[in-house]
C-alpha cells in the first residue's frame, strides 16, 4: 500500500452535487454507528497495538481514537454555533498539535471512546432535527477562507469517521490483528 493510500484509505471527501434527503440520512446514520464500530475495532488491542502508527509518520492507533473526540468535540461546536448566529467565523484548532499532547499519546482510550458514545448520541439527535433551511445555514473557517454549509459539514464528519476507522482496520488487516 503506498503513502497516500494509507493516508486516505477511502479517498478524500467528495461533495456530492446535490445533498439529497437520501444522503444526508446515510451520513447521520454512519455518524450515529461509528462509536460502536470504533469501540469494536480498538476496545480489545493491546498496549503496544495501541501506539503502533497506522503508516509511517502518522499517529498511534491510540492518537487517531483521542482525535476523532478532539475533532467531533469542535465539529459538534461548530455546527451549533452556525445553527445559533448568523454565519460565524469558528475557531480553528492545530489537531496535529492536540494529537502530540499527553492525553492523547499516553492516556488509555475508554475515556475518548465515551465522549464520542455520548457526544454522538447528542449530535445525531441534533442533526435529525434539522430542518432544510438550517442545513443550508454556515459558518466560515477562516483557513479556508469560505463558508461551509451544515449539510456539507456533516457529510465531512461521516467521511472522517469513515476516513479514520479505515486507518485503524487497514492496520489491524496489515499486521493480522483480529
Not at 465515551?114 to 445555514?137: A, F, M, P, T, Y
Request: glycine letters at 4%.
Amino acid at each position: 500500500m503506498n503513502h497516500y493510500t494509507q493516508q486516505y484509505p477511502i479517498g478524500k471527501f467528495e461533495k456530492p452535487p446535490v445533498i439529497t434527503s437520501t444522503i444526508l440520512s446515510e451520513w447521520i446514520l454512519f455518524l450515529e454507528n461509528f462509536p460502536s464500530l470504533l469501540a469494536q475495532e480498538v476496545s480489545h488491542l493491546s498496549d503496544r497495538q495501541l501506539n503502533t502508527p497506522y503508516r509511517d509518520g502518522g499517529w498511534s492507533l491510540r492518537q487517531v481514537v483521542h482525535h476523532c473526540a478532539d475533532s467531533h468535540i469542535n465539529a459538534f461546536c461548530r455546527i451549533k454555533l452556525a445553527i445559533t448566529e448568523n454565519t460565524p467565523e469558528i475557531k480553528p484548532y492545530y489537531e496535529e498539535r492536540w494529537a502530540e499532547l499527553a492525553d492523547s499519546k499516553t492516556m488509555p482510550i475508554e475515556a475518548s471512546l465515551n465522549i464520542l458514545k455520548g457526544l454522538h448520541q447528542r449530535w445525531v439527535i441534533l442533526l435529525k432535527s434539522l430542518s432544510d433551511e438550517i442545513l443550508e445555514k454556515t459558518f466560515i473557517h477562516p483557513e479556508h477562507q469560505k463558508a461551509f454549509n451544515l449539510a456539507e459539514t456533516i457529510g465531512t464528519y461521516a467521511w472522517h469517521s469513515r476516513h479514520h476507522l479505515a486507518h485503524i482496520t487497514e492496520l489491524k488487516k496489515s499486521k493480522g490483528w483480529q
